[in-house]
């Protein structure tokens, strides 16, 4: 029995050995798998740093690349206000940006887990929560303060000289309507639009519709230096008119007139100059799906001296005369004479 019982102790000294062999190759393999992980985070650490870094690079590139692509000076005094709008919002946000990035990747490489850091459980502060929330709050109130101050700007009441335009969109085209000689815009009366012969529906009992003018081709002509007001509508379905050389647009909306108002200071001519670009045109682009045609839904806009748009308004004819033009006189019958013609004219007086 007693030899038993050594045999058996020494099978169990044996299992208690290979139990504590067993246990120390999972020990050192936790601590080797533990010295692999410390590893990939320092990798890991050093790649975050170098994608931050590449990142901004690539960001200053891209911006060098896509410079030709942007527009050009704003050519209005409001467009200008935009512009500064725009370069406020982009430095402020630009500035949040690099900040928070900078931190975010800057945690992520410092406090990665080591061998010797550990990690700490923050819950909440009300002194940190206050903070991230009033500052950008804060931020936040004086650009939007900004933009309903320039927004204001272009929706408030026009100069008592401004020049008044209607523009009125389609499906899919611009129509633009000047006052005559009278400087007033005539009724209209959607009942009466006829693709024919009366496109804004123009109600010819108004003495003040006689003289308009009328261009289907969508070419808004402008004095520079002197302001024009818009009334904006639309015959069919929401439209935008986009004023993108002056920085502006507002919606065109079926049964509402909505106005806003500009005063160009940069010429076509110049704007040509300045960007070097010989076929250079303003644009009045539709900033809003509208159906199919939409892409081709454009217009110009012809900046232009004084004398030069009082010389373009002279040429022009008057939508009345175009919708109702003169009847032909009758021809002279085969044969007759010049003084027949005359005695014929005389007898009918």
Known sequence: MSGFITILLVILVFIIIYQIGKASEYAAAMRGQEVVKYKT?????????????????????????????????????????YDSMFFTTLV?????????????????????????????????????????????????????????????????????????????GKQFNWL?????????????????????TNVLGLDWTDPHNSDDIISQKGELHCVVGKAVKLLIGSRDVIHDVGLSHFRLKMDAVPGITTTLWFKPTITTDSMKRITGNP????????????????????????????????KWMSEQQTYYAESNPAPAAPAAPAGATKADSNMKAVSMK
């Open 41 to 81: 985070n320092r990798v890991i650490g050093w790649m975050l740093v170098a994608f931050f870094i590449l990142g901004l690079y690539g960001i200053w590139k891209c911006n060098e690349y896509f410079k030709p692509l942007m527009l050009p000076v704003a050519a209005c005094e409001n467009g200008v206000k």
């Open 92 to 168: 402020v946000t630009g500035l949040v940006f690099f900040a928070t990035q900078a931190v975010l990747f800057w945690f992520a490489f410092r406090y990665q887990t080591t061998e010797k850091s550990k990690s700490f459980y923050f819950a909440h502060s009300n002194k940190l929560e206050l903070i991230w929330t009033t500052i950008p709050a804060i931020a936040m109130a004086i650009l939007v303060a900004i933009g309903l101050r320039n927004w204001a700007a272009v929706t408030s009441p026009a100069p008592a000289e401004a020049t008044v335009v209607e523009i009125v």
């Open 176 to 196: 633009v309507r000047y006052p005559g000689k009278d400087n007033e815009l005539g009724k209209r009366d959607f009942r009466k639009i006829n693709d024919a």
């Open 279 to 310: 076929n250079f045109v303003y644009e009045i682009s539709c900033d809003q799906m509208c159906g199919k045609g939409h892409y081709s839904m454009r217009g110009t806009i012809i900046v232009e001296t004084q004398a030069e748009y009082d």
